[in-house]
């Protein structure tokens, strides 16, 4: 392809480096590196390298050198730039950077041009950007110094009281600075608000060598109101938390979002209760060049940004810096919904419920991967652990506690035929119980859900999709189910409700409910599978028929260690199949010495309903299959509605699982 040679302008990147080598010129630069064979290339390389500047096109540099040579320089010059180690700056912005302040920030300017155009202008750009720092003590200190080696000629510096900060040592950072470039100078102010610090401010960076929570979340938002960009570090404990970078059109509530994440599997974190604690002493790793470290990444961080390198990038993820070891980990997270503006609860997201595409457990898997963060995740792992493997494969995801409902952060398992199905169990369980403790009382007394036989919208208090319990109660609730639709996930969660009324029914019950000969009980595959193994492993066990009583394939599993599990569904064969696997899943928990992943406890079926094969409660016959709307019936045998409410106060997890539900019985 013919190359217009007035079109490119080449210039050297300020990374290349080159090597004489027996076949010719080895060149490397950050890009990697290449040998280019030729018993002249490495002469013609240092020939030219200093033409290459940028000033001249193509075809001037090739109008430089004899008509015989000129084919051979613009096939090397094109060579280089294909490559990338000749950028083409035909079309980059012009700048009014002297040459001298060019050179003394020739480091920065390189890096600028290796991710994006114009660099002196952008660089330019950056150096006159109004930065305000603020905070306190030896931190804001170092800020002042790691901004002003980097460029920005005139830093604004607003400290705060909670720890000392030595105004004379910021003079000598200037005096240093000022050796290479005399323009820049420091601007001192004392005593601002806070809605003030960001007024006519490009970017706000604050430091604290302490939980200064508030401020922080207040900061954040002034700068947000004022158009500001905004970057932080708050120390905790032996931890520096820089960022997130917020940019001046971003979501100014992001780091409180990160914050909350991280107070959501960390609840005793200093500062979890959004407050300031000047009271707490900083880290005594915080001092000598790790202060310096610290700032820097701040600084760093702000320079990507003003120069435009992270553009288009959003305030996602932030920076955890050990101050013991100085290692560094980012750390993903999503937007917290108490740290967005309230939203009211609204009727008319429901009609897109049943219409909304199906979202099987293989994408559910897929989604979650965007979920999992250590410390700042909604859960903090999927893993196995040491877990006994067999019969069973078990899988845990430990779930964050997003609102300080569930005590603290819980695990959830899943248990299956492969890793994968268990992996794929777990993390559908575990949406299932987050959505089930993430409650945003903003929404109001009220919220809307579907009658589950008419689709008409209906409000229901609160307290009854939310119960107000706290702990591992509200950690462990069953009866918040998914699917993956709305209709699986509706149907699940009415029998979720009809099994919990089932159980609940069993104080005023008297006669025994018959006990299921196992031999003559048709199974699905896997409940074969999984008699055929508890007989392997030798497990007594009882299943008891409740199905009478309850209005739907209900069964009660027994060992002699006591109840399993009440498992109900719309046709008895999966059913059972479900419970048989709790009752495998039981022992191997107990054989492995692995109680954390046993079935939830439930109510002891006591001895005195306990019946014989064939003896019934009463009289009351056996379900084998029934409809959503027969167990509708038995719920509101005496009046009310079934009502299926969805779980979504996360809207980010709302859409990562559209369908998680609990069904309630509205009355009146």
């Known amino acids: ?194 809605d003030r610090l960001a007024a006519e401010a490009a970017m706000v960076l604050h430091v604290a060598d302490r939980p200064m929570i508030e401020r922080a979340r207040l900061l954040s938002l002034a700068a947000g109101a004022a158009g500001a960009a905004s970057g932080q570090v708050v120390v905790v404990g032996d931890e520096a938390w820089i960022g997130p970078v917020i940019g001046a059109d971003g979501d100014p509530t992001a780091w409180e979002s990160a914050w909350r994440r991280l107070c959501a599997l960390a609840p005793d974190t200093v500062g979890a209760d959004l407050r300031d604690h000047p009271e707490v002493a900083p880290s005594e790793f915080l001092r000598g060049p790790t202060v310096a470290l610290v700032a820097n990444h701040l600084c760093f961080a702000a320079f990507r940004h003003l120069t435009g390198i992270d553009e288009g990038t959003d305030p996602d993820h932030v920076v955890r810096f050990d101050l013991e070891t100085l290692e560094t980990t980012n750390h993903a997270f999503l937007p917290h919904p108490l740290a967005l503006p309230a939203v009211p609860d609204d009727p008319d997201r429901l009609s897109a419920l049943a219409a909304s595409a199906p979202v099987d457990d293989e994408e559910l898997a897929r989604r979650a991967v965007d979920c999992v963060d250590p410390r700042t995740g909604v859960f903090a792992e999927i893993t196995e652990r040491d877990y006994e493997q067999l019969p069973l494969f078990v899988s845990e995801v430990v779930v964050s506690d997003p609102v300080g409902l569930a005590g603290g952060p819980f695990p959830v398992h899943g248990c299956g035929e492969s890793v994968v199905e268990s992996r794929q169990r777990a993390v559908r369980h575990a949406l299932e119980r987050y959505a089930a403790v993430m409650v945003d009382h903003r929404r109001g007394d009220r919220l809307h859900g579907l009658d589950v036989l008419t689709g008409e919208p209906v409000a229901v208090d609160a307290a009854a999709v939310f119960p ?201």
């Open 1 to 194: 392809m013919e190359v217009d040679v007035e079109r490119v302008r080449p210039r050297l990147r300020g990374d290349v480096y080159v090597m004489r080598v027996p076949e010719g010129a080895y060149i490397r630069s950050n890009l990697g590196g290449s040998m280019l064979k030729g018993a002249s290339t490495y002469e013609w390389i240092q020939r030219i390298a200093p033409m290459l500047d940028g000033t001249r096109t193509l075809g001037e540099l090739c109008a430089a050198v004899p008509e015989s040579s000129r084919a051979a320089l613009a096939k090397l010059i094109l060579l280089l730039h294909g490559k990338g180690y000749v950028k083409n700056v035909l079309d980059d912005r012009p700048h009014t950077l002297t040459a001298d302040l060019a050179t003394a920030y020739a480091a920065n300017i390189a890096f600028i041009e290796y991710f994006t155009d114009s660099p002196e202008l952008r660089f330019e750009n950056y150096r006159d950007s109004a930065v305000v720092l603020t905070g306190s003590g030896p931190l804001l200190q170092a800020l002042a110094n790691s901004q002003l080696r980097a460029g920005v000629r005139v830093p604004v510096l607003v400290p705060f009281a909670e720890s000392p900060f030595d105004r004379d040592r910021v003079a000598e950072h200037l005096a240093d600075a000022q050796r290479q470039d005399p323009h820049q100078r420091v601007v001192h102010l004392d005593g601002q608000p806070l």
């Open 468 to 668: 107000p319990n706290t702990g591992t109660n509200a950690a462990t609730s069953t009866t918040a189910t998914s699917g993956s639709d709305w209709p699986a996930a509706v149907r699940a969660a009415v029998v979720a409700a009809a099994n919990e009324a089932a159980v609940a029914a069993l104080s005023t019950a008297t006669e025994p409910f018959r006990r299921l000969d196992m031999d003559d009980v048709a199974q699905t595959a896997r409940g074969a599978r999984c008699l055929k193994l508890l007989g392997i492993v030798e497990q007594p066990f009882e299943v008891h028929d409740l199905s009478g009583r309850a209005g739907l394939p209900t069964f009660a599993f027994s060992t002699p260690e006591g109840t399993v599990a009440y498992v109900s569904d719309l046709d008895a064969g999966p059913a059972l199949e479900r419970g048989l696997e709790l009752v495998l899943l039981a022992y191997q928990s107990r054989a492995a010495g692995q109680p954390v992943y046993a079935p939830p406890p439930v109510p002891d079926l006591p001895a005195n309903l306990r019946g014989k094969a064939g003896e019934s409660d009463g009289g009351a016959t056996s379900v084998a299959s029934v409809g959503v709307e027969e167990v509708v019936a038995a719920l509101t045998r005496e009046g009310g509605r079934v009502v299926a409410v969805p779980l979504d106060h996360d809207p980010v997890l709302a859409r990562t699982c559209p369908f998680v539900v609990r069904a309630v019985v509205v009355h009146g």
